[in-house]
Nanobody, 127 residues
Framework: VQLQASGGGLVQAGGSLRLSCALS????????IAWFRQASRKEREFVAN????????YYADFVKGRFTISKDNAENTVYLQMNTLRPEDTAVYYC?????????????????????WGRGTQVTVSS
């Protein structure tokens, strides 16, 4: 499984960006795709995830109401729409995948639970 994140850039506070995560496989049955981020000198943290074959997503509290994760199964792509960006959202954003059985939202937020990682994309929010 290969993942490739793109769409990062420089934006002013209050602006928006949409990140994309292109997935290499056609079949992701029972997979969860997630976005993480890592700011300079900080640990990587969970942002949001989505079940590939189910209509469930899960968000970190600090992005609720501002970020939306979505998917296009036909295009093998997961998106992260980021609105009302703040300087503290500045980070390298990564997409990751893990096999997740069961039905419902996947509330695993630990990076250790995700087996597949792509290269990150830099998001910089200026004040």
């Amino acid at each position: 499984v290969q993942l490739q994140a793109s769409g990062g850039g420089l934006v002013q506070a209050g602006g928006s960006l949409r990140l994309s995560c292109a997935l290499s496989r056609r079949t992701f049955t029972s997979y969860t795709i997630a976005w993480f981020r890592q700011a300079s000198r900080k640990e990587r943290e969970f942002v949001a995830n989505i079940r590939w074959n189910e209509p469930f997503s899960y968000y970190a509290d600090f992005v609720k109401g501002r970020f939306t994760i979505s998917k296009d199964n036909a295009e093998n792509t997961v998106y992260l729409q980021m609105n009302t960006l703040r300087p503290e959202d500045t980070a390298v954003y990564y997409c990751a995948a893990r096999r997740a059985l069961g039905y419902g939202s996947d509330q695993n937020t630990s990076e250790d639970k995700y087996n597949y990682w792509g290269r990150g994309t830099q998001v910089t929010v200026s004040s």
